[in-house]
């Protein structure tokens, strides 16, 4: 069994977008996805700090502070890309108009609910940041994650444990085992990762699972 | 005439009252309105109410008005962040109130404040623990809760150019929050890194119209803001 590196799994989500989407990645492991796609595929990426047309870092000692992405790091601007402020910025966000987001997540239910923000009922003073907002209104929500947490146990359940940042929000789930559709009769296997099988997925997920033959 | 530039801090901070509400741009360390803050904390308002996307970092500007005691309450969508420590110390000392609220919810609550929307529906937060205790009601099947807008008595605001009528440009990403805090404050101040004579914004570039800019006051930063 061969479970995909980081770098694999950005790699894999970067292949299913499509040229002239709208793309938000999330703060963490979905920032990488942006290195894997293609030059030539022109995919535009939105900023919640008012970026449309980011760019990649820039070279050291290159960087321009006034030019920062949503985790706060130095980034450059595309040719065609634009500034705006945030309430602009989260009407691309809130009004539909952003055709991917790709976040992180603690959980993801059967039924495509999503905790992504806080890890405790008792967290009083977890930072939300635009994540609810991202969650709720994006076309469409992948989850990039680990299949299960450092200690083995399912991050892909019947039910979320943690607090929710929104309802029915993920479509489909990229982890280092499989790549899952959330449909109205649960989680739908798309892939798999090299060498993993089915019995192996059902066992480090805790919900059902329909098998790719079943679709 | 009209001139809405300030000689001095004292004149641009004039009148900042006890209890006020103060609305501060920037996102992270771009378009945050240092110097403004500085002068608020000269000019000793207290009790106060800051609305701002982070708790402040290190031990200077937000941080540094927050750990003098002079903050009542935050309300930010991203209270913990590296380098939060006087937010951290003096929350978990009960001395200061919080209220988190999604990024999109606090600028669409100023931007409503400045268009006379008193109140706004949206599914941000429906079915969350945001959510909890706000009005609900369904619109086509989804869940939304309903959100009131969120004026300022004071917005500090950090903008790239200025003219004597209050239009504003900024630089890049430091646009952010501040735009929509200008039109959400009964008094909005604007520290400008350059100040240029009217009519040298042109129309076409101006991003904040003068209409919903106070005072001015000229800060010429250095490196790495130059």
Known sequence: MEPLSRTQMAARVAKDIPEGWYVNLGIGIPTLVADHVPPEREVVLHSENGILGMGPAPEKGAEDWWLINAGKQPVTLHPGGSYFHHADSFAMIRGGHIDLCVLGAFEVAANGDIANWATSENDTAPAVGGAMDLAAGAKRVWVMMEHTTKDGRPKLVEACSYPLTAMRAVSRIYTNLAVLEVTEAGFQVLDLAPGVTMEHLRGVTAAPLRDRVEA | MIDKTVRDMAAAMEGVKDGSTVLVGGFGAAGQPDELIEGLIEQGATDLTIVANNAGTGRTGLARLMELGRVRKII??????????????????????????????????????GAGIPAFFTPTAAGTK????????????????????????????????ADRWGNLTYRRSGRNFNPVMAMAAATTIVQAMHLVDLGAIEGERVVTPGIFVNRVIQITRGAPWA
């Open chain 2, 76 to 113: 930010c969508s991203f209270p913990r962040s590296a380098g939060s420590v006087v937010f951290e110390e003096l929350y978990k000392a009960g001395k200061l109130e919080l209220e988190i609220v999604p990024q999109g919810t606090l600028a669409e609550r100023m931007r409503a404040a």
């Open chain 2, 130 to 161: 945001l959510g909890q205790g706000k009005e609900s009601r369904d619109f086509g099947g989804r869940a939304h809760v309903m959100e009131l807008a969120l004026p300022g008595d004071v917005a500090l605001v950090e903008a790239w150019e």
